[in-house]
């Protein structure tokens, strides 16, 4: 089946895959596990992705160029054969995967994704249960992470980003810990405040809920 086709609209505020990473980041710690683990769930459909632009080769079955459309869960299974651009596509957002001879032809498919993009909510929804590495920081490293760093998000910014950390995470889950992972994660480079997060959640959930009995 085709991908889907799309207008640049529809994902104008999906994510690189750089910024993909740097949300996992806060929750997985390391840049290699979040990217092991965001391939294995594009390989399983479970993180949705786009190519702002298409180029595919030596079949007559896809249209040579399509712009932008989502890309096939299938083609995610050819990654560890793509070599070189396996590297390069976490900072271009450009990939080639070699798709294997067209049945009955000697022809080798091949598909360049350019551009692409990853929806953000099933992003986010990756880190809903990972491990909570802010537990293990230190007093100085905790006060260190209250600093500022980089220019304030705008309200508008910050009110889109906690409607959609509302719906990826679940109650029991909505910490202050994950909350501010989240939104520094989202907005790498600017700085987002504890106050500010309190004034979005309110003061009752800064921390775990407590347990009757």
């Avoid at 910024?19 to 290699?32: M, P, Q």
């Avoid at 479970?46 to 080769?57: C, E, F, L, R």
């Avoid at 083609?75 to 049945?103: C, M, N, P």
């Avoid at 537990?135 to 998000?153: F, H, I, L, N, Y």
């Amino acid at each position: 089946m085709p991908p889907r086709d799309l207008t640049a609209d529809d994902i104008a505020d999906w994510l690189t895959p750089a910024a993909a990473v740097e949300i996992l980041n806060s929750a997985f710690g390391k840049t290699d596990i979040s990217r092991h683990a965001l391939v294995t769930r594009l390989k399983n459909g479970m993180v949705q992705s786009a190519a702002g632009h298409s180029v595919w080769t030596g079949t007559q079955q896809q249209p040579k160029r399509k712009a932008p459309s989502l890309i096939q869960s299938s083609d995610w299974s050819h990654y560890e054969q793509s070599g070189a651009d396996t590297v390069t596509f976490w900072v271009t957002a450009d990939i080639k995967f070699y798709l294997g001879r067209e049945y009955g032809t000697d022809n080798i498919v091949t598909v360049h994704h350019f551009a692409v993009r990853l929806e953000p909510q099933s992003v986010q929804a990756m880190i809903a249960h990972a491990p909570n590495k802010t537990s293990t920081k230190t007093e100085s490293q905790d006060s260190a992470d209250q600093k500022p760093k980089g220019p304030p998000v705008s309200s508008e910014h910050l009110k889109a980003w906690y409607d959609l950390y509302r719906r990826v995470y679940p109650e029991a889950d909505d910490t202050e810990a994950n909350a501010l992972a989240s939104a520094r994660g989202m907005f790498p480079g600017k700085s987002v405040s504890r106050d500010r997060l309190r004034e979005l959640r309110g003061d009752q959930k800064r921390g775990p809920k407590k347990r009757d009995g």
